[in-house]
């Protein structure tokens, strides 16, 4: 089986404008997890996707939202970008709630 | 709390010695534990992880072991070689499901 996918790898935006990462998870996996990595705070947990619907959300701001798609695909959106929203986000499937496959992430710079 | 406690932050062995990285938590709940191992510039990868029914688990070098009563899990790396050399994460999932990590530990294993 193909692994976890995110496109884009590497994104670089400004400060206000807005991003969507996208999360192809392993086929048959129903189960889509965004995480936020930055050297200070490790992995942050932002929130958890299953079958369409937010099954869990970490203590992030309104500005960081999801959504997953009848295929599990998943995209995370970040609205009006901070200069602290700079970070490796990575996405991880999973079949049941056990093991998580991480994808590769994408690199999101804001100047 | 949702905290998870890791240490050391950083570790640096021999190599052919052992290394030990301990994680404490809160949630009584929890009932899942996973070791992540992320290479430079990688993706994170379970190497590990035990459920809270089990005491310790053993696969070849890498054993975990985990105490319920004091709420404590350890990874334990015997024979460490220059290979083993990354960030390892712990994590747990609490109750309500989320996968919370702890903040990573640097192992360096100097040839």
């Known amino acids: 089986k193909a692994g976890v996918t995110q496109t884009p790898r590497y994104l670089i935006k400004t400060r206000g404008q807005q991003v969507t990462l996208s999360c192809s998870p392993i086929s048959g996996h129903r189960s889509v997890s965004w995480y936020q990595q930055t050297p200070g705070q490790g992995l942050q947990f932002l929130f958890e996707y299953f079958s369409e619907t937010q099954r869990n959300k970490g203590n992030f701001p309104g500005r960081f939202s999801g959504r997953q798609f009848s295929n599990s695909r998943s995209e995370m959106n970040v609205s009006t970008l901070e200069l602290g929203d700079s970070a490796l986000y990575l996405c991880?499937?999973?079949?049941?709630?056990?093991?998580?496959?991480f994808g590769p992430g994408t690199r999101l710079t804001v100047l | 709390g949702e905290n998870v406690e890791q240490h050391p932050s950083t570790l640096s062995v021999q190599e052919g010695d052992s290394a030990v990285i301990k994680c404490t938590y809160s949630?009584?709940?929890?009932?899942?534990f996973p070791w992540y191992k992320q290479e430079l510039g990688k993706r994170p990868q379970l190497i590990i992880d035990i459920r809270s029914n089990v005491g310790e688990k053993k696969d070849q070098r890498i054993a975990v072991t985990l105490n319920k009563t004091a709420k404590h899990f350890s990874l334990h790396i015997t024979e460490t070689q220059p290979e083993d050399s990354a960030v390892y994460f712990c994590a747990l999932r609490n109750q309500g499901g989320k996968l919370i990590f702890g903040q990573g530990t640097e192992l360096s294993v100097k040839p």
């Open positions: 949630d009584s709940a929890s009932n899942y």
């Open positions: 991880a499937s999973s079949e049941t709630t056990a093991e998580q496959f």
